[in-house]
């Protein structure tokens, strides 16, 4: 089992840059592939980034594909995401997910844990 924890969200202006972390509790960390969602008002929840045991393969949306860096450091049981050049529409709620899939994977609903989610506003 594994806990989840979301930081660094904020007020941040379009064009500027932010970076979220996601700390989990647990010896197991490295064992579960990591994801980024969100969640816009009035929208359902959306697959940002994913990242898989080891670091060594992501997938992105492709609204964020070469704005957004999803990174991990097993030995700081952290996750991370690097979001530059963001725009209003970024805005929203952003939880990030552990999955212990086989594959890594963009579906929501293979992620078992989750956070409790930060709040990023992009002013334009």
């Known amino acids: 089992q594994v806990q989840l924890v979301e930081s660094g969200g904020g007020l941040v202006q379009a064009g500027g840059s932010l970076r979220l972390s996601c700390n989990a509790s647990g010896r197991t960390f490295s064992s579960y592939h990591m994801g980024w969602f969100r969640q816009a008002p009035g929208k359902e929840r959306e697959f940002v980034a994913a990242i898989n045991w080891s670091g060594g393969s992501t997938r992105y949306a492709d609204s964020v594909k070469g704005r957004f860096t999803i990174s991990r450091d097993n030995a700081k049981n952290t996750a991370y995401l690097q979001m530059n050049s963001v725009k209003p529409e970024d805005t929203a709620v952003y939880y990030c997910?552990?999955?212990?899939?086989?594959?890594?994977?963009?579906?929501?609903?293979?992620?078992?844990?989750w956070g409790q989610g930060t709040q990023v506003t992009v002013s334009s």
């Open positions: 997910a552990a999955a212990s899939s086989v594959r890594l994977t963009t579906d929501s609903g293979r992620y078992g844990y």
